[in-house]
């Protein structure tokens, strides 16, 4: 597992960033993701550690189209520090984690982001951008 750590401490070096984002759950794929190309994502969390019975860290890895990451997230505080990883240590890693997700993810014009997560599940999330304040769900979302 020292890759592991290599790869967490070069995570705490590199620029970490604010996350504010809203997430819903779906009733059903929206209709303003029709003719979009998803992005296939397969994540999994390697590492989450608990405070107070509430998610305080979490460390996940993820294979976004052939991207390799591992992403460190603080929960109190809503930052989080992603870095590059080489696909052998995704997949040498990908047999250690706890939760493991396969996805296919859709960028919308409106700026909302739907997650199709096999098993059933469906997850729209908005990230606020700097001066973005509100996210309003488009017609079509149907929350669950």
């Known amino acids: 597992m020292s890759k592991l750590k290599e790869a967490i401490a070069k995570a705490k070096n590199e620029m970490l960033t604010r996350e504010r984002e809203k997430r819903v759950e779906l009733k059903s794929m929206p209709p303003e993701t029709e003719g979009v190309k998803p992005s296939n994502i397969k994540q999994g969390f ?40 080489s696909k ?9 984690t706890t939760s493991k997700q396969v996805k296919e993810r859709y960028h919308l014009t409106s700026g909302w982001i739907v997650d199709n997560i096999r098993g059933g599940r469906i997850v729209a999330e908005f990230e606020y951008r700097a001066g973005k304040s509100q996210a309003h769900m488009p017609k079509g979302f149907e929350k669950a």
């Open 46 to 85: 390697i590492k989450e550690i608990r405070k107070d019975n509430h998610p305080f860290v979490d460390v996940r890895i993820r294979n976004q189209n052939g991207r390799y990451t591992m992403t460190a997230k603080h929960r109190p505080n809503l930052q989080e520090a992603t870095t590059k990883i």
């Open 88 to 96: 052998e240590m995704f997949e040498s890693l990908w047999t250690k």
